[in-house]
């Protein structure tokens, strides 16, 4: 049995394909045609997932998309119609792709892949919480979902049992904790949809100082966790913009302007929305509890990639486990379609064993052989050298303990929005030098966000303040106390950015700014060769911790083929890029021919 699905026309779109209960493909249309959160029709990522099984759309029996479009072009009729006439202006701009296109799923579908079989479209919340639950290791669980808005739903709960998943209750458009956190990303002066990681990287560097302001005029927030939103102060609903003039007045000032210097006021802003909205996620967490008595949570939508939220949220013990899905955003919901028709439509019985998720470390994507790599290093009079096996991950591990940052580009593409070991670059977390060096010289962005520590999954809670696996870096927990470094009277008394520069613990490169990490647990089962580095690194080196992050630059998508990894790798000041058994050194290799200024419209992202 073959279900493909599909989610598309909004952000991130994904295909991913299910054979008999199964995850065996998925992957964003982002990562082939290089669009940053492509939105379109995912045809590059349908042509892969059918191409990696072997199989083509005459073999598919089912097509599940991810929402239900009639619905939530009902949402937006009615919400143009209740905030006219000040909403003419979005309605006319968002009908013509409206009624030329997202009203017409079943016929795109069919023309753009052939497909003439039954098209199924559960609701968008539904995909999340089935992306959420079927993939997880429980067998029965609370599920939350949380992001801006599906077709209404902004927030819903509910409960998992073997193949059933029931939601109970839900939170309706326009109060939307995603979409609060949108408009301070918005007005912080960010990228909706794509700078919200940047403002809770930018919140332990700010004091809570308007979280009671927030909590007081913003939004209505009642003990078991249900909110309303003071509409006074948006105006998504009616405009182009995310915040109302009432919004500016109330924080001092218009919304800060894209690459402008961030003051206090800014980072003040993100600590105190990320505050509010952990205090939001920490009562909802227990009235769900309560309604449902479960003791394990699921977790899926956007605002489930808060990975503090997440990591708070675990050490209040309201559960004793939590599972977040590593793609948890619009690109998850391709993958709980399909789950969703294999389990809740078709009956198929479900077996977890409360240890291991279904999902193979999210390794899903498109894999690269050696002899590909090669064919394309050749073909290209790229200088490298060959290594064996054996010797891969001791020569690696030398590279990154003398301070080299290096491209990493093996096996399975991840699925989601974290690289897991597969599309990295990789450095040494003891360096004081590299959070600088590989934000400004290698990922071209702000110098302040932090970097994240891969650890092997046995050696975690020598580091961290982590009793368990974390294997898709949506946990944040402290550095050790031991591990931490005593700072100075002069440091202590540091604000701001000014905080940016001091080594905090014995892994500086991954400890951030208040002790805490994004942590990434490796085991040795789903990711063998990363497990392997990691651990010639322990070995010779004495650290089991290195740094990982998305092998990609700003404002481009993570890497995907070898002609992506060898021109980021080009474009930066990395040292070495290893793909497969091929090492790249920089010095030996002829700096690119470039059509345009690249690099200036990252910067201006």
């Given at each position: 049995?073959?279900?493909?699905?599909?989610?598309?026309?909004?952000?991130?779109?994904?295909?991913?394909?299910?054979?008999?209960?199964?995850?065996?493909?998925?992957?964003?249309?982002?990562?082939?045609?290089?669009?940053?959160?492509?939105?379109?029709?995912?045809?590059?990522?349908?042509?892969?997932?059918?191409?990696?099984?072997?199989?083509?759309?005459?073999?598919?029996?089912?097509?599940?998309?991810?929402?239900?479009?009639?619905?939530?072009?009902?949402?937006?009729?009615?919400?143009?119609?209740?905030?006219?006439?000040?909403?003419?202006?979005?309605?006319?701009?968002?009908?013509?792709?409206?009624?030329?296109?997202?009203?017409?799923?079943?016929?795109?579908?069919?023309?753009?892949?052939?497909?003439?079989?039954?098209?199924?479209?559960?609701?968008?919340?539904?995909?999340?919480?089935?992306?959420?639950?079927?993939?997880?290791?429980?067998?029965?669980?609370?599920?939350?979902?949380?992001?801006?808005?599906?077709?209404?739903?902004?927030?819903?709960?509910?409960?998992?049992?073997?193949?059933?998943?029931?939601?109970?209750?839900?939170?309706?458009?326009?109060?939307?904790?995603?979409?609060?956190?949108?408009?301070?990303?918005?007005?912080?002066?960010?990228?909706?949809?794509?700078?919200?990681?940047?403002?809770?990287?930018?919140?332990?560097?700010?004091?809570?100082?308007?979280?009671?302001?927030?909590?007081?005029?913003?939004?209505?927030?009642?003990?078991?966790?249900?909110?309303?939103?003071?509409?006074?102060?948006?105006?998504?609903?009616?405009?182009?913009?995310?915040?109302?003039?009432?919004?500016?007045?109330?924080?001092?000032?218009?919304?800060?302007?894209?690459?402008?210097?961030?003051?206090?006021?800014?980072?003040?802003?993100?600590?105190?929305?990320?505050?509010?909205?952990?205090?939001?996620?920490?009562?909802?967490?227990?009235?769900?509890?309560?309604?449902?008595?479960?003791?394990?949570?699921?977790?899926?939508?956007?605002?489930?990639?808060?990975?503090?939220?997440?990591?708070?949220?675990?050490?209040?013990?309201?559960?004793?486990?939590?599972?977040?899905?590593?793609?948890?955003?619009?690109?998850?919901?391709?993958?709980?379609?399909?789950?969703?028709?294999?389990?809740?439509?078709?009956?198929?019985?479900?077996?977890?064993?409360?240890?291991?998720?279904?999902?193979?470390?999210?390794l899903l994507g498109p894999e690269v052989s050696d002899a590909g790599i090669k064919d394309y290093l050749e073909s290209n009079s790229i200088p490298y050298k060959e290594l064996g096996r054996e010797e891969l991950a001791g020569k690696v591990a030398d590279l990154i303990a003398d301070e080299k940052v290096i491209g990493w580009f093996q096996g399975r593409m991840e699925f989601g929005p974290r690289a897991l070991g597969a599309r990295s670059i990789i450095g040494d977390a003891r360096s004081p030098k590299l959070q600088s060096v590989m934000n400004i010289k290698i990922k071209?962005?702000?110098?302040?966000?932090?970097?994240?520590?891969?650890?092997?999954?046995?050696?975690?809670?020598?580091?961290?303040?982590?009793?368990?696996?974390?294997?898709?870096?949506?946990?944040?927990?402290?550095?050790?106390?031991?591990?931490?470094?005593?700072?100075?009277?002069?440091?202590?008394?540091?604000?701001?950015?000014?905080?940016?520069?001091?080594?905090?613990?014995?892994?500086?490169?991954?400890?951030?700014?208040?002790?805490?990490?994004?942590?990434?647990?490796?085991?040795?089962?789903?990711?063998?060769?990363?497990?392997?580095?990691?651990?010639?690194?322990?070995?010779?080196?004495?650290?089991?911790?290195?740094?990982?992050?998305?092998?990609?630059?700003?404002?481009?998508?993570?890497?995907?083929?070898?002609?992506?990894?060898?021109?980021?790798?080009?474009?930066?000041?990395?040292?070495?890029?290893?793909?497969?058994?091929?090492?790249?050194?920089?010095?030996?290799?002829?700096?690119?021919?470039?059509?345009?200024?690249?690099?200036?419209?990252?910067?201006?992202?």
């Open positions: 049995m073959n279900i493909l699905g599909i989610s598309a026309f909004y952000h991130d779109s994904a295909a991913c394909l299910v054979q008999s209960g199964r995850v065996v493909a998925a992957a964003q249309e982002e990562r082939f045609t290089r669009k940053k959160h492509d939105q379109r029709f995912p045809v590059s990522a349908i042509d892969y997932c059918l191409k990696n099984s072997g199989i083509t759309v005459g073999d598919i029996d089912y097509i599940a998309f991810y929402e239900k479009p009639f619905l939530k072009f009902e949402r937006l009729l009615e919400t143009s119609l209740a905030y006219a006439p000040y909403g003419l202006r979005s309605f006319v701009k968002a009908m013509p792709v409206w009624i030329k296109q997202k009203l017409w799923i079943k016929e795109i579908i069919k023309k753009e892949t052939g497909f003439e079989g039954r098209v199924l479209f559960p609701e968008h919340h539904e995909s999340h919480a089935a992306s959420a639950f079927f993939p997880s290791p429980f067998d029965e669980a609370a599920v939350l979902t949380l992001d801006g808005v599906g077709e209404w739903t902004t927030t819903s709960y509910g409960v998992g049992k073997g193949n059933n998943l029931d939601l109970a209750a839900d939170i309706h458009f326009p109060h939307s904790l995603g979409l609060l956190y949108s408009a301070f990303t918005y007005y912080l002066g960010f990228k909706v949809n794509s700078g919200e990681y940047k403002v809770m990287g930018l919140a332990p560097y700010g004091e809570p100082k308007y979280a009671d302001l927030i909590l007081r005029e913003l939004i209505d927030l009642k003990e078991d966790g249900s909110y309303r939103l003071n509409m006074e102060y948006f105006s998504y609903c009616a405009g182009l913009r995310m915040t109302s003039r009432k919004f500016d007045r109330l924080f001092g000032g218009p919304p800060r302007k894209s690459e402008t210097a961030l003051a206090q006021r800014e980072m003040d802003l993100a600590s105190s929305l990320q505050a509010v909205t952990e205090e939001v996620v920490l009562r909802i967490a227990r009235h769900v509890s309560s309604e449902t008595g479960q003791r394990r949570l699921c977790l899926a939508g956007g605002v489930a990639l808060n990975c503090v939220a997440n990591g708070k949220l675990l050490r209040t013990g309201i559960y004793d486990d939590i599972w977040v899905q590593p793609a948890a955003g619009d690109a998850g919901g391709a993958m709980g379609a399909a789950l969703a028709t294999w389990y809740k439509y078709l009956g198929n019985a479900r077996k977890a064993d409360g240890r291991s998720d279904f999902l193979d470390g999210s071209y962005r702000e110098s302040f966000r932090p970097f994240a520590p891969a650890v092997l999954e046995e050696r975690a809670a020598e580091y961290f303040d982590l009793d368990r696996a974390s294997p898709y870096m949506l946990l944040v927990a402290d550095v050790k106390k031991e591990r931490r470094r005593e700072m100075t009277e002069n440091e202590k008394g540091l604000f701001g950015i000014d905080k940016l520069n001091v080594a905090r613990s014995d892994i500086p490169a991954v400890t951030h700014v208040d002790y805490s990490a994004r942590v990434q647990t490796v085991d040795r089962r789903t990711n063998p060769l990363f497990h392997e580095l990691i651990s010639a690194v322990n070995e010779r080196h004495g650290s089991a911790v290195i740094i990982n992050t998305s092998f990609n630059v700003r404002g481009e998508p993570i890497v995907c083929t070898s002609e992506d990894a060898f021109r980021c790798f080009m474009r930066t000041d990395m040292d070495y890029l290893v793909m497969g058994r091929f090492l790249l050194e920089k010095a030996r290799q002829r700096p690119l021919e470039e059509k345009s200024d690249w690099k200036k419209e990252f910067e201006l992202d």
